[in-house]
């Protein structure tokens, strides 16, 4: 794939050096502005908010010291629990310094539930992207250090996860977190996700769709029970097959998003004026987890099908404001976030994710053509065994094996470039992905994130 990528840039030099001698070609070129738009799930999921806020405002200086304890392995218990921490959102800092995203959607990066606290964004933008990392891990013993990155402009956004409703969504005869949270999560504000720009936000014209009911989108209706005969899932008592899922009251009530769908537009300086690029971002519920009926996988298709209607337009939709509508069909966009569907395997309804990477709207070119986004990391996850084997294992963002993270730009933006941050073993910066020493497993969330994050360089 990457050697498809390099025949593609290099036609495009050659087509710049000899190709039509047209001046208003040239003069297009000369003109655009290269931006990288970028998804990454954290996997900053901690206990509680303040726990996260408590490890991001760790100093540089409290990290070095942490740091040096444990490469002399002098470290107490509870130290060795926070320094593992800290490597985690270290080597997370070294991915996004090393690849630097110029727009960077985060999924799992906790917050209060309503988004108004930004203490969590505060810290990791001062005490861990403002300082400088090693390129080759966080635990390496050879140091490169990386340049610091700044983001002038973030956001964070209220979620539906941990948020309690008022009914036993779950039916097991009280109402208590996780399970009866319009979106799974054990506190408001776990799994929510954040926004770092180095481009000013248009935060007075930020749409969120986080009270959009899922009864109102055409086509949808109460999830029904349809495993009926499982003695390991068991019906709750009180139901029988076929009956709804959700009681009328909690049907009525039942917001679309498990965490929100936000219309984010950013502000871009060309030579040409101001470009505004609405940043379409979401993390729909895992298609798993279902017992008697498939309530998760048909939210999970609903709430990527949301995205598929807000770029066609769609009048049925509303925000949060009451206005309604999608957007504008002249308006350039990206879908960024950890949709969790891949186009050709897992337990989702494959159509969904196929319907929106294909949309006449979006720029296939980055999505099923020459600049999807790939890695050498995960063809070697899955001819080692570690990765399930899969149709396109390039393409892999996840360590358990499906292509779940996307940015997906519109038409017309020209794409010239995409990745998939995942080193191979003979690559460097391989100690960011995997190292033994760290955690339980030395992979995953245990040492920077199950998911990688992912990139695409456009020309607006």
């Not at 799974?184 to 769709?209: E, K, V, W």
């Not at 038409?411 to 470039?417: A, G, I, R, S």
């Amino acid at each position: 794939m990457d050697f498809i990528k390099t025949i593609a840039a290099a036609a495009v030099s050659l087509a710049l050096l000899t190709g039509c001698n047209d001046d208003s070609n040239t003069t297009e070129q000369t003109t655009n502005t290269s931006v990288r738009f970028g998804t990454y799930n954290l996997s900053f999921d901690r206990y509680s908010y303040e726990e996260l806020v408590e490890e991001l405002q760790i100093t540089s200086t409290e990290q070095t010291a942490l740091m040096t304890k444990w490469f002399s392995g002098d470290l107490t218990d509870d130290e060795l629990e926070t320094v593992e921490k800290v490597i985690q959102i270290k080597n997370v800092a070294a991915i996004i310094q090393s690849e630097r995203p110029a727009v960077l959607m985060m999924a799992e990066f906790n917050n209060d539930g309503t988004g108004d606290d930004k203490d969590a964004l505060t810290g990791f933008q001062t005490n861990y992207l403002s300082v400088s990392q090693n390129a080759l891990g966080a635990t390496s013993s050879e140091e490169q250090l990386l340049d610091p990155i700044e983001f002038g402009y973030s956001e964070s956004f209220a979620t539906n996860t941990g948020l309690l409703s008022d009914y036993d969504l779950d039916h097991n005869g009280s109402i208590e977190l996780p399970s009866d949270a319009w979106g799974f999560g054990y506190y408001h504000g776990q799994y929510a996700f954040g926004l770092l720009s180095q481009y000013p936000i248009d935060t007075d014209n930020i749409r969120t769709f986080q009270t959009f009911k899922w009864k109102d989108m055409p086509g949808e209706s109460n999830p029904t029970v349809t495993n009926c005969e499982d003695e390991a899932n068991p019906i709750p008592e009180g139901l029988s097959c076929g009956d709804n899922w959700y009681t009328d009251e909690a049907w009525a009530e039942k917001p679309l998003s498990s965490k929100n769908h936000v219309d984010a537009p950013i502000i871009i300086p060309t030579a040409n004026g101001d470009k505004t690029i609405h940043l379409l971002l979401s993390h729909p519920t895992p298609p798993v987890f279902d017992t008697v009926t498939e309530n998760n996988k048909l939210l999970n298709s609903a709430e990527i099908n949301f995205w598929n209607d807000y770029i066609s337009n769609s009048d049925y939709i509303y925000d949060d404001n009451g206005v309604t509508g999608g957007l504008d069909e002249e308006a350039s966009f990206v879908v960024m976030g950890d949709l969790n569907a891949d186009p050709e395997s897992g337990d989702g309804y494959l159509a969904t994710i196929q319907t929106l990477i294909s949309h006449e709207r979006v720029n296939t070119t980055a999505t099923t053509g020459t600049y999807v986004p790939t890695s050498l990391g995960a063809s070697e996850c899955v001819d080692n065994g570690d990765c399930d084997d899969t149709t396109y294992p390039e393409r892999i963002t996840s360590t358990f094996s499906l292509r779940v993270d996307y940015v997906i730009p519109s038409t017309d933006m020209k794409v010239n470039d995409s990745s998939v941050f995942w080193p191979a073993s003979y690559e460097n910066g391989r100690l960011l992905v995997n190292d033994e020493r760290v955690g339980s497993s030395g992979t995953g969330k245990d040492l920077s994130s199950d998911h990688r994050l992912v990139w695409i360089d456009t020309n607006i």
